[in-house]
């Protein structure tokens, strides 16, 4: 008898859904944009910091989706610097651009391009940054390996992802949710997901096996603060491209049962007067070329 050949994981049918995902998920990711700059905004804040962008930098923005993170980059370089954002999927950067050119910040261009094969010239940046994109990356350390060639000397990689799965209910309940009932079952080996460098140490790993220096992280609290947590529940359903891509395996009538039993479980995080508060612990790490 021969034994089952126990699953792969995929990683070009994963970009390829991935960009499908996200090209379906762009206009609502960026109709949402206010709700994520007041989830995000100060964590972005620390995160440039720790980049050290500032006047004159030129900064590349690896999955930068929608470019809110974009916008605060070009504010802080100002006209003599230049910020390119790029990502995998065309239709999101079209929002990044637009939101560019409506705020006057002619030192940002866009550029389709996969993280992992960064179609730049070697130490051409000053900062590299990526806003809960990394953890999406088929091959991590590949990415990394392309952010630190791109850098000058000295320059600096800063990542935000989320941190572990318990420490954040509001996308981890929804992903086990979906996760069960899809029967997906865990992560296969070297699997992408949300919470893939949300171990103790986990980026700070990745980033030194990339060969950056003087690697070090912060962990910090970011409630997504909302109204309900029926309100929390459409702004998943309509723009979290991780969930749908689990439930593309379901029919109709059983993805519309799963995300009722989503917004069900969700209003664990309801508040009473202070609304939807749902847990996220976010982690900001850099490291120096």
């Not at 995000?40 to 470019?67: H, I, K, N, Y």
């Not at 992802?161 to 309940?173: L, P, T």
């Not at 970011?222 to 998943?236: D, G, K, Q, T, V």
Request: hydrophobic content about 40%; glycine content about 10%.
């Amino acid at each position: 008898m021969t034994t089952p050949t126990p699953p792969t994981f995929d990683p070009a049918n994963y970009k390829q859904t991935t960009r499908e995902q996200w090209e379906t998920a762009a206009v609502a990711w960026h109709r949402w944009a206010p709700t994520l700059r007041s989830w995000l905004g100060p964590a972005t804040e620390r995160m440039l910091e720790l980049a050290q962008v500032r006047s004159g930098c030129r900064v590349l923005d690896v999955a930068a989706g929608a470019g809110d993170q974009t916008l605060q980059a070009a504010e802080l370089v100002g006209p003599g610097g230049s910020v390119l954002a790029t990502d995998i999927s065309p239709a999101i950067l079209e929002f990044a651009a637009a939101e560019a050119r409506r705020a006057g910040h002619s030192n940002v261009t866009t550029r389709v391009m996969d993280g992992e094969n960064l179609d730049v010239s070697d130490g051409s940046f000053d900062a590299v940054i990526s806003r809960v994109g990394l953890i999406y990356f088929p091959d991590q350390q590949r990415a990394l390996r392309e952010m630190h060639r791109v850098l000058v000397p000295g320059g600096r990689v800063a990542a935000i992802v989320y941190a572990s799965a318990d420490k954040n209910g509001f996308f981890s309940v929804p992903v086990s949710i979906v996760r069960g009932a899809a029967k997906l079952g865990a992560p296969l080996p070297g699997q992408p997901g949300p919470f893939s460098l949300g171990a103790e140490g986990a980026i700070e790993a990745a980033f030194t096996r990339a060969g950056f220096r003087d690697v070090k992280s912060e962990r910090v609290e970011a409630p997504l603060r909302m109204r309900s947590a029926e309100e929390c529940l459409r702004f998943e359903k309509e723009s979290f491209g991780a969930l749908h891509q689990m439930l593309s395996v379901l029919t109709p009538s059983e993805r519309e049962a799963t995300w009722a039993e989503v917004g069900n479980a969700l209003r664990e995080f309801e508040r009473g007067a202070d609304g939807f508060v749902g847990p996220c612990q976010l982690v900001i790490a850099v490291g120096t070329k």
